[in-house]
T-cell receptor
Framework: DQQVKQNSPSLSVQEGRISILNCDYT??????FLWYKKYPAEGPTFLIS?????DKNEDGRFTVFLNKSAKHLSLHIVPSQPGDSAVYFC?????????????FGSGTRLQVQP | DTGVSQDPRHKITKRGQNVTFRCDPI?????LYWYRQTLGQGPEFLTY????????KSRLLSDRFSAERPKGSFSTLEIQRTEQGDSAMYLC??????????FGPGTRLTVL
């Protein structure tokens, strides 16, 4: 069973506009959420994270929103740049259980058109 | 470069052969993780070390897979009697105290 789901395999936006990537989870034990960016032939690069005690975390152009009641989080990129074109993975951790494994979604490929 | 490094970057082997991959974590990171990623999927957790102790193992880690971190620094992942289904990207990550994990470039395994 997929505990972390990214239902949009791909997203295309114009340079300068907002990119919104979505992620849903089912496991209520998840208490920490992360976004990673991955370029071809490279490992995932950590982007931004959020604890379940918060509903928003911002870092420059990147903002992550968490809606615990809906078990939904989203990553907003504003403004989008061509260099943001990559595959974005949502990941979740049940850190309060002592487990360290991250559970990943299947990714969303973002293409930012110049 | 002070990031996570993995060796080799690519490995092609024949079915039935044994392969071993190496991971060097970020210096002073006491936690080390192995993941596997197949096409179109996100990384899947395999195993986790804190220092030299292997504390977590996934059900994905069959008896043919073994991981070690003998001195709490670098780690090796060995796959015995490789099968075509083992073809994947094998990712290593490390961390210190936080939840955030920092990944290496991966080793791409192709089993013919």
């Amino acid at each position: 069973d997929q505990q972390v789901k990214q239902n949009s395999p791909s997203l295309s936006v114009q340079e300068g506009r907002i990119s919104i990537l979505n992620c849903d989870y089912t496991n209520s034990m998840f208490d920490y959420f992360l976004w990673y960016k991955k370029y071809p032939a490279e490992g995932p690069t950590f982007l931004i994270s959020i604890s379940s005690i918060k509903d928003k975390n911002e870092d420059g152009r990147f903002t992550v929103f968490l809606n615990k009641s809906a078990k939904h989080l989203s990553l907003h990129i504003v403004p989008s740049q061509p260099g943001d074109s990559a595959v974005y993975f949502c990941a979740a951790s049940a850190s309060r259980t002592g487990r360290r494994a991250l559970t990943f979604g299947s990714g969303t490929r973002l293409q930012v058109q110049p | 470069d002070t990031g996570v490094s993995q060796d080799p970057r690519h490995k092609i082997t024949k079915r039935g052969q044994n392969v071993t991959f190496r991971c060097d974590p970020i210096s002073e990171h006491n936690r080390l993780y192995w993941y596997r990623q197949t096409l179109g999927q996100g990384p899947e957790f395999l195993t986790y070390f804190q220092n030299e102790a292997q504390l977590e193992k996934s059900r994905l880690l069959s008896d043919r897979f073994s991981a070690e971190r003998p001195k709490g620094s670098f780690s090796t992942l060995e796959i015995q009697r490789t099968e075509q289904g083992d073809s994947a990207m094998y990712l290593c990550a490390s961390s210190l105290q936080g939840v955030e994990q920092f990944f290496g470039p991966g080793t791409r395994l192709t089993v013919l």
